[in-house]
């Protein structure tokens, strides 16, 4: 299917645990973010990639680590994760600078 | 980097009034400023987006305004039905910086 898409669509993890968050999109958008959406924060911006290979941190980047070796996929990894990364994740893509950006379905994470 | 100020957080209105969402950002180099609706449980989708070269830009019942000298920028739903109770964002820069977003509540 075309567009963005993100896996999984929840999910449950302990504390300490790495786990891994999945961003693909079909478009050969130029531009990927991922952002935490948290009651009352909006939408913060967490990591984000101007092409393959080019990853530059956000405004929350502490505790996550990105990587972009494909056009298309641009995971989000938590290396241990804490409770206050509970929170819902979404990844967009926009196709160049100052552009709309396309928002995939969100993932839902709890950690415990 | 760019900070976006979104005011009202909450905004409740009776259907077919107006209703108008204000933003402030910080970095003077930014020229794109959209605006994105997201329905509960769903993903935020751009409703209207405006750039510097433009102050003001209308599509149907929503119109935005840019004010690039007061770095302010501002969402007009006029005539509002109750499907666009919503929380709505605005952003800055060409990496999307959110505002906190507004709940409009529109009673039917």
């Known amino acids: 299917d075309a567009g963005i898409t993100q896996s999984p669509r929840y999910k449950i993890t302990e504390t300490g645990r790495q786990v891994t968050l999945m961003c693909h999109q079909t478009w050969s958008h130029s531009y990927m973010f991922w952002y935490r959406q948290d009651l009352g924060h909006g939408l913060r911006l967490i990591y984000y990639?101007?092409?393959?290979?080019?990853?530059d941190k956000g405004e929350v980047p502490d505790g996550y680590v990105v990587s972009r070796s494909k056009t298309e996929n641009f995971p989000l990894t938590l290396e241990s994760a804490t409770r206050s990364q509970t929170s819902v994740y979404f990844c967009?893509?926009?196709?160049?600078?100052?552009?709309?950006?396309?928002f995939g379905q969100g993932t839902r994470l709890t950690v415990v | 980097g760019e900070n976006v100020e979104q005011h009202p957080s909450t905004l409740s209105v009776q259907e077919g009034d107006s209703a108008v969402i204000k933003c402030t950002y910080s970095d003077s180099a930014s020229n794109y400023f959209p605006w994105y609706k997201q329905e509960l449980g769903k993903r935020p989708q751009l409703i209207i987006d405006?750039?510097?070269?433009?102050g003001e830009k209308k599509d149907q019942r929503i119109a935005v305004t840019l004010n690039k000298t007061a770095k302010h920028f501002s969402l007009h739903i006029t005539e509002t039905q109750p499907e666009d109770s919503a929380v709505y964002f605005c952003a800055a820069n060409y990496i999307p910086t959110f505002g906190r977003g507004t709940s409009l509540i529109v009673h039917p």
């Open positions: 405006i750039r510097s070269n433009v």
């Open positions: 990639s101007a092409a393959a290979d080019i990853t």
């Open positions: 967009a893509s926009s196709p160049d600078r100052n552009t709309e950006a396309f």
